[in-house]
């Protein structure tokens, strides 16, 4: 229940009495945000006395007559406009003349009422501006939140970044001191080290370039029709430099082509996260199993590992950004993690989800919808 | 040096690890590693080192912290050089130069991260009564 202040500014004490009243058990659904709201009334006899309240504590909507004895209607508006203050104002006028309602309308009102109106003209108006507020106010508090979330995730990336490099300077700093010996093996390691680093450092930056061109809605997509059969080949086949020295065999369980209208890309991010996720997590000599199923109206892609799997509590944070799950067992496994919050994103900009079932030291499976019949947008929306 | 002296070192960064191992290899240490605070208590069952080089945050927040204070009821005349990152990261101050603080941090040196070698080694001759 939100409850939002009206102040009625009349100098007719019917006028004050009967808007009071209409207003007093009124109480709706604003549609948009689905929030039921209730009013508070205030009256003001004169201009000056609406100011006055409005300067202690601004109402969110103002029913303001033009004719008042004092200051007028139009001279509260400038008020309020050149105080900048956040609140609606309806202008009740009794001969609503063009060129009271230009005047108002320049000056910020929002909204008229012309006398004389009934009841259900009061509601509608005041129901209309009301339903503004709520939206208004709703979108304020999304932006926050949104800002709050960009900027928790740039502190994580700082860090995420900060880690390699950390690393990398070590090592710099160690071969400028000349304190690593004379074994020429051990500079030949601390170049490998150097370069692991660096690509995932590399990997890391193009799966956040992936990931805001998705979430900002840049990426442009082109929607082609798709063999899901055929991308996986090419993910298997990508990932067999990593697969074939730790003796990981994988195999694709679809006997027919399986279409879609789809963005080639992102079908190809979605299958090679997976699939390279799974032979990373792997155990050297164990197998991977890529399926692509379909139903009528939906793709089924399912990746099945026979590696180190995960407890409840860390599949149900896996897919969000940056979350790595940190054990003995990953600890030498480098990762952005990102793959896996893009692949999720993807998911839903298709109108279908992912999700993990796993068994720690026994495997796990990863299985992400998409439905075909999802009519693609230009951009891609934030999910 | 007489005999090669053994420096144990437990961080859970491979990297870290693996820099240090090799310059204190370089300077004539032994070194035994341990990539946690549970590993480091497995190794001590079967070594007993010279000294421990300690990273304070692995997985769990502090193990450091009860790993140290393992070390010294094990070994109570094994020096302890404890490294942190908590006063790059955090901006928390705190210290092993009083008497009082090394009551409760089970260290003999505490040392910010990231090390100086020049410093590191110092600090490790000193503690084990090295004449330069």
């Known amino acids: 229940m939100e409850t939002l202040q009206v102040l009625v500014c009349d100098d007719e004490p019917g006028m004050r009495m009967s808007v009071a009243r209409a207003l007093r058990d009124f109480t ?3 549609s948009d945000v689905n929030a039921e709201v209730r009013l508070e009334t205030d009256v003001a006899e004169t201009g000056e006395e609406a100011v006055k309240k409005i300067d202690a504590a601004p109402p969110h909507i103002l029913l303001l007559d033009h004719k008042l004895p004092g200051i007028s209607g139009l001279d509260v508006l400038e008020h ?33 009422l012309a006398k004389p109106f009934t009841p259900a003209e009061l509601k509608n108006a005041v129901r209309k501006a009301a339903e503004h507020v709520i939206v208004a106010q709703h979108a304020r508090k999304l932006a926050r939140e949104k800002r709050q979330v960009r900027f928790q995730f740039i502190s994580v990336l700082a860090h995420e970044l900060k880690a390699p490099l950390g690393a990398i300077e070590g090592y710099m700093q160690l071969l400028r001191d000349g304190s690593a010996g004379d074994d020429p093996e051990v500079y030949r390691q601390i170049i490998e080290r150097c370069m692991t680093r660096t ?7 193009l799966d956040l370039l992936d990931l805001t061109r998705i979430e900002s809605g840049q990426k442009k997509r082109e929607f082609v029709e798709v063999d899901v059969v055929a991308s996986a080949r090419t993910a298997i086949e990508t990932a067999t430099p990593d697969a074939q020295p730790r003796n990981i065999e994988m195999r694709l369980l679809a006997d027919h082509p399986v279409r879609m209208r789809a963005d080639a890309g992102e079908i190809e ?13 792997n155990r050297d000599g164990g197998s991977v199993e890529v399926k692509i199923a379909e139903s009528e109206d939906t793709v089924i892609i399912s ?21 790595r799950i940190k054990n003995r067992k990953t600890r030498d496994i480098l ?21 993990v079932a796993s068994r720690p030291d026994i495997g796990s499976t990863f299985t992400v919808t998409l439905k075909k019949a999802f009519i693609p947008t230009g951009t891609m929306l934030d999910s | 040096m007489s ?28 070194v035994v590693e341990a990539d946690s605070a549970e590993q480091a208590m497995e190794e001590l069952e079967k070594t007993r080192p010279d000294l421990a080089l300690v990273d304070l945050m692995m997985e769990e927040m502090d193990a ?31 210290d092993a130069a009083t008497s009082e603080e090394r009551s409760w941090i089970k260290a003999d040196v505490l040392l910010a991260k990231p090390i100086r070698f020049d410093q590191l080694r110092r600090e490790i001759e000193r503690l084990l009564g090295i004449a330069k």
């Open chain 2, 3 to 30: 005999t090669k002296k053994t420096i144990m070192v437990v961080d859970d960064d491979s990297d870290y690890r693996f820099q240090q191992k090799v310059q204190l290899e370089a300077s004539g240490y032994t």
């Open chain 1, 303 to 323: 990746v099945s590992d026979t590696g180190i799997g995960m407890s409840e509590e860390e599949c149900a944070k896996l897919f969000n950004d940056f979350v």
């Open chain 1, 80 to 112: 309020i406009a050149s105080k900048k203050i956040d609140m609606l104002t309806i202008m009740i006028t009794a001969y609503a003349s063009i060129e009271t309602a230009v005047r108002a309308t320049r000056q910020g009102a929002y909204d008229f």
């Open chain 1, 269 to 281: 991010i979605i299958l090679n996260n997976l699939v390279s996720n799974a032979v990373k997590y």
């Open chain 1, 199 to 205: 690509a995932y450092m590399r990997k890391m930056i």
């Open chain 1, 28 to 30: 709706f659904t604003a």
């Open chain 2, 64 to 94: 450091g912290f009860t790993l140290c204070y393992h070390i010294k009821k094990k070994y109570p005349d094994v020096p302890i050089i404890l490294a942190t990152a908590v006063t790059r990261e955090t901006g928390l101050e705190f």
């Open chain 1, 335 to 355: 990762g952005s993690g990102l793959g896996l919050s893009i692949v999720k994103k993807l998911a839903h900009a298709y109108g279908g989800d992912a999700t």
